[in-house]
């Protein structure tokens, strides 16, 4: 009878080893050839999952189709085009005072004033009435000459504005892009987890299976059953949770592409790495999406400085007017009134109680942080750039070191299990075995996560992440189509020859020296003050800034101790 019980706990192999030898030597070589067979269905196992699954898998997805769907279709990449879009209407509305403005007024008077009969002193006087029915129209037409340079200088700011906004839509297509190949990366990397997680799974179940026939046989302890039903408990729990995130990933990816992924292919290799970090440096300070939206800056507030010191100059331009009025009702053509005229103004401010130098002061401060700012722009872009390079040739190397963990715990796992079945391991040293391959495998898939996303931050902060540049045969957003399109619309032929006159014989900028304090002649820190006993705290000051709150009702006083 217990016989026939092990046989049916037993597997195959173990059933067909048990009946055919029963002395020590035979025993031994039946211990040798179960774990050719369990070896062989640790190999099996993933490839006849794969088969299973492949005829039902989704459509493949490459990378460059979720860079190639995201660039089309992400809203922040949409917002921001939109914004630039809106900006390139700043320098329109900049460019289009060197033209004339006309205005027209019209207007129409009715009055009836009445006198009703009566005396004064006594001599009678007649009712009158007196009607005035009136319509009339002013058209007033305004070209400006001669701004001084403001109007130049305010078109260049714009300019310099806009050339600033299609950096910053760079900077975040290259987030955009990056987010796109986190999102797709890290997809793969928990795909790959939970395939790990549910293969070892698989793998932990099978030994369970022999520690259970093993132990109905007598040749091991419920110790060691207990140990694998353990690791099979704790690998369930690692597979729920490989589950949860690949589920969130798949949401990430989802948010950030604009689809549900499908099956994703491989990763290539990416594009316009540097091969130095030397390289990288003269790159990114050429080509650095911050770094260059912080010189635009600077050179739009230098424009606004120069109009600043212009603002106090004279101004000539060109008035016409023409008035035409005419009695309504009844309508009479001889008491028409028409009049003409045209002038030729020139305006020269003479006193502005300080506002026209608090202004420069104002411009000047602004440029002054601007500069400073392409410093910290460089600096930060000197530290990305140089932390990220070094991660990427860290982590690639680590994803080499990963690799030959894993071939080594693969290599010590398989002669643990031969060991093990040949009675000179014991079940904790195989699960051990086991679980160390495990985390081999995942360090060597996180490692490959990394290094791949590291050398996709060094392509962002060089300024080389453009969708455009990763994939081949993009159509491409172009900001300057837009720029060309509304540049010039509304202008009129005369506009560039007023514009030339504008700009002549524009003053400097004026930028000086950025203050700074003077130098420490011997830095050292202050001397503390003695440390006095600390003590930790229960309780905070809970009384209110007096009128900032509702007021409270007083607390209610306990009669005596709480009745228990």
Do not use: K
């Amino acid at each position: 009878m217990r016989s026939r019980q092990r046989v049916r706990a037993a597997p195959l192999g173990v059933h067909f080893l048990q009946s055919r030898w029963s002395s020590p030597c035979l025993r031994a070589a039946g211990r040798n050839a179960l774990l050719l067979v369990g070896f062989a269905q640790t190999l099996i196992a993933p490839s006849a999952i794969a088969q299973t699954v492949g005829p039902f898998a989704a459509p493949a997805e490459t990378l460059a189709e979720a860079i190639a769907l995201a660039y089309q279709t992400n809203p922040t990449l949409q917002s921001q085009r939109a914004q630039l879009r809106a900006i390139d209407e700043t320098y329109v509305q900049s460019r289009s005072q060197f033209g004339p403005t006309i205005q027209l007024d019209a207007n129409a008077q009715y009055a009836d004033d009445r006198l009703t009969r009566g005396e004064v002193r006594g001599v009678p006087v007649p009712s009158s009435r007196d009607r005035t029915d009136s319509v009339g129209a002013q058209l007033v037409v305004n070209q400006p000459l001669y701004t001084g340079g403001r109007l130049t200088l305010e078109t260049r700011a714009a300019r310099y504005r806009v050339r600033a906004g299609r950096e910053a839509l760079r900077a975040t297509e290259g987030d955009i892009v990056f987010r796109v190949i986190q999102a797709f990366v890290d997809l793969r990397r928990d795909l790959g987890a939970l395939e790990i997680r549910r293969t070892n799974l698989a793998a932990v179940r099978s030994t369970l299976d022999e520690v259970r026939a093993r132990t109905q046989a007598g040749e091991l302890t419920q110790t060691d059953l207990a140990q694998a039903n353990a690791q099979v408990a704790a690998e369930e729990a690692n597979v729920a949770t490989a589950e949860d995130q690949s589920r969130a990933s798949r949401i990430a990816y989802a948010s950030v592409v604009g689809r549900n992924p499908g099956t994703l292919v491989p990763e290539p290799p990416l594009p316009n790495l540097p091969a130095s970090a030397q390289e990288s440096w003269g790159i990114a300070a050429d080509n650095s999406p911050e770094l260059q939206q912080a010189l635009y800056n600077e050179q739009q507030s230098r424009a606004r400085l120069q109009e600043a010191r212009v603002s106090a100059g004279p101004t000539l331009s060109l008035r016409g007017s023409g008035s035409y009025s005419t009695d309504l009702d009844p309508l009479n053509r001889a008491n028409r009134n028409r009049s003409f005229a045209g002038q030729l103004v020139l305006s020269q401010p003479l006193f502005t109680s300080g506002l026209t130098r608090s202004l420069v002061r104002q411009a000047q401060e602004t440029n002054t942080s601007d500069r400073s700012q392409i410093e910290v722009a460089r600096r930060a872009m000197l530290q990305s750039v140089t932390d990220s390079w070094n991660q990427m040739v860290t982590l690639r190397g680590n994803v080499l070191r990963q690799h030959r963990q894993v071939e080594a715990a693969s290599t010590a796992f398989r002669g643990m299990t031969i060991e093990y079945r040949a009675g000179e391991r014991s079940t904790l040293d195989v699960l051990i075995a086991e679980e160390t391959l495990r985390d081999a495998e995942l360090a060597e898939l996180s490692a490959q996560h990394d290094a791949y996303l590291s050398a996709a931050l060094v392509l962002r902060y060089i300024g080389r992440l453009d969708a455009g540049d990763i994939v081949e045969a993009l159509p491409r957003y172009d900001p300057a189509d837009h720029f060309r399109e509304v540049a010039n619309r509304g202008a009129l032929p005369w506009e560039p020859l007023v514009r030339l006159f504008d700009g002549v014989m524009l003053p400097a900028a004026g930028q000086r020296a950025i203050p700074a304090p003077p130098a420490a002649n011997e830095a050292r820190i202050a001397a503390a003050e003695p440390e006095a006993p600390q003590r930790t705290v229960d309780e905070v000051p809970v009384t209110p800034v007096p009128g900032t709150v509702s007021p409270m009702s007083p607390p209610l006083r306990r009669a005596g101790p709480p009745s228990r």
